[in-house]
C-alpha cells in the first residue's frame, strides 16, 4: 500500500481515514476518505471499501449531530482532502 506522504496538506485526514475505514470505523476523515476514493485509488492508495452508498451526506449528518455551524466545516474538511488529492497528483506527475 502507498504510505501518505506527511508533507502534503490533509495528509492526517487521509492517513486517519484509511485506517477507519480498514478498520470500519465511521468517523469523518473515514468519510471524507470514502468520498475520494476514486481519485485516492487512480493515485495508487488501496481505499478499503466503506463510507455507505452516499458518504458525502452522511458526513453532513455526522456534522449537524456535533458541530453547530456543519455548513463551513463540512466545506473545510472537503477543501482539505481535495488539497491532499491535486497534490498528490501534482507529485506524482512530476
Same mark, same amino acid.
Given at each position: ?14 492517513? $486517519?481515514? &484509511?485506517?477507519?475505514?480498514?478498520? #470500519?470505523?465511521? @468517523?469523518?476523515?473515514?468519510? !471524507? /476518505? *470514502? ?25 453532513? $449528518?455526522? &456534522?449537524?449531530?456535533?458541530?453547530? #455551524?456543519?455548513? @463551513?466545516?463540512?466545506?473545510? !474538511? /472537503? *477543501? ?15
Amino acid at each position: 500500500m502507498l504510505e501518505v506522504p506527511v508533507d502534503l496538506p490533509g495528509h492526517e485526514f487521509v492517513s $486517519e481515514g &484509511l485506517e477507519d475505514l480498514a478498520s #470500519g470505523r465511521e @468517523s469523518e476523515s473515514a468519510l !471524507l /476518505v *470514502a468520498m475520494a476514493a476514486p481519485r485516492l485509488r487512480t493515485l495508487g492508495y488501496d481505499v478499503p471499501v466503506g463510507g455507505g452508498e452516499r458518504p458525502s451526506h452522511r458526513l453532513y $449528518e455526522l &456534522l449537524t449531530e456535533t458541530d453547530e #455551524g456543519p455548513h @463551513s466545516r463540512y466545506n473545510a !474538511l /472537503v *477543501a482539505r482532502v481535495v488539497s491532499f488529492v491535486r497534490a498528490a497528483e501534482h507529485a506524482s506527475a512530476g
